[in-house]
């Protein structure tokens, strides 16, 4: 059973940079579409990020420029390095296959943007 694991979240002032981190029990990730979301409060979960087996990647338009998403298929892990963070990118931040598989949610790591 696949299990994934989100970290690397925390409180960072506007302006800031993270890097979340997600890492899976299988290997999943050689062979699936990967991406990110996001998830705020009173809003509903959205994608932010999806990069292909292949390494091909997509942003939302509120993260173009801002935000890297990366894999690393060795090591089961993927990476969402985000820059210039804004208040607005405050949510919890999960990790899945894209589209997204019900079964795959973990409990997510949360991003705090805030003076």
């Known amino acids: 059973q696949v299990q994934l694991v989100e970290s690397g979240g925390g409180l960072v002032q506007p302006g800031g940079s993270l890097r979340l981190s997600c890492a899976a029990s299988g290997s999943i990730f050689s062979i699936n579409a990967m991406g990110w979301y996001r998830q705020a409060p009173g809003k509903q979960r959205e994608l932010v990020a999806r990069?292909?087996?292949?390494?091909?990647?997509n942003y939302a338009d509120s993260v173009k420029g801002r935000f890297t998403i990366s894999r690393d298929n060795a090591k089961n892990t993927m990476y969402l390095q985000m820059n210039s963070l804004q208040p607005e990118d405050t949510a919890a931040y999960y990790c899945?296959?894209?589209?997204?598989?019900?079964?795959?949610w973990g409990q997510g790591t949360q991003v705090t943007v805030s003076s």
């Open positions: 899945n296959t894209a589209p997204p598989w019900t079964n795959y």
């Open positions: 990069i292909t087996s292949g390494g091909r990647t």
